[in-house]
């Protein structure tokens, strides 16, 4: 997936992709980028209580084992110092295994596919409305919005573009996108990408003598 630092010359193609397609048509290009969609804690913490409570399973098998270890370890152990032990080795499984769940990228491998997808979906259609796309004279404002972490990617067109394009169009042009971006060409996938808009606007939605541009054209990265 690509780096949030893509360098200046990447922006700058980029940013004259979208240019182009507000050059020839009416429709109005975003571009997003943000390290992730969700922090996943909650799907995190599951993993861990879950790990953990396999564990404390586990260690039931050797109870008297830990019985003879803790006798041999104090002078005059109590009763209770069994429990203790499986308590507090519990405990710290369970935050052993939540710290290893934030390692960036350890997310994609417990966090199931659909959630994460979901979660991309949102975030995507949050910034479509809160910048303004949704809102554009002829609803003639599309999306492309890179989740990295996640290694995914949403293209959202409002209700102007969606009556004239078949969603079939749009899944092409993902596709070629994410082709491009796990050969290691994120950038040239996404200016490619957005020209191909370009056309695909240009037929549907000409420019109009009075057409202004009603949003930026630069891409954004976004706060996580």
């Not at 879950?50 to 003879?68: L, T």
Request: hydrophobic share 45%; net charge negative; charged share 20%.
């Amino acid at each position: 997936m690509p780096n949030k630092k893509l360098s200046k010359d990447e922006v700058e193609r980029i940013n004259r992709a979208a240019a182009r397609v507000e050059a020839v048509s009416s429709g109005e290009v975003l571009t997003a980028l943000i390290q992730e969609s969700s922090d996943y804690a909650f799907p995190e913490l599951l993993f861990s209580l879950f790990g953990g409570f396999i564990y404390y399973i586990i260690v039931m098998f050797f109870h008297g084992g830990i019985e003879r270890l803790v006798a041999q370890m104090f002078w005059n152990p109590q009763n209770w110092y069994v429990t203790a032990f499986f308590g507090a080795s519990t405990l710290i499984v369970i935050g052993l295994l939540y710290m290893i769940s934030n390692i960036p990228g350890f997310d994609r491998l417990i966090v199931p596919k659909a959630v994460m997808h979901r979660n991309v979906h949102q975030r995507a259609i949050v910034h479509f409305t809160e910048s303004g796309a949704v809102n554009t004279r002829d609803r003639t404002g599309i999306l492309f919005f890179i989740s990295m972490r996640e290694r995914m990617i949403e293209i959202i067109a409002d209700e102007g573009i969606n009556s004239k394009v078949d969603q079939s169009v749009w899944d092409s042009v993902l596709a070629g996108l994410l082709g491009s971006i796990k050969g290691g060409r994120a950038a040239d996938g996404l200016e490619k990408a957005i020209l191909e808009c370009a056309d695909i606007l240009e037929e549907h939605f000409p420019v109009k003598n009075d057409d202004v541009n009603e949003l930026p054209d630069g891409i954004v990265f976004l706060e996580d």
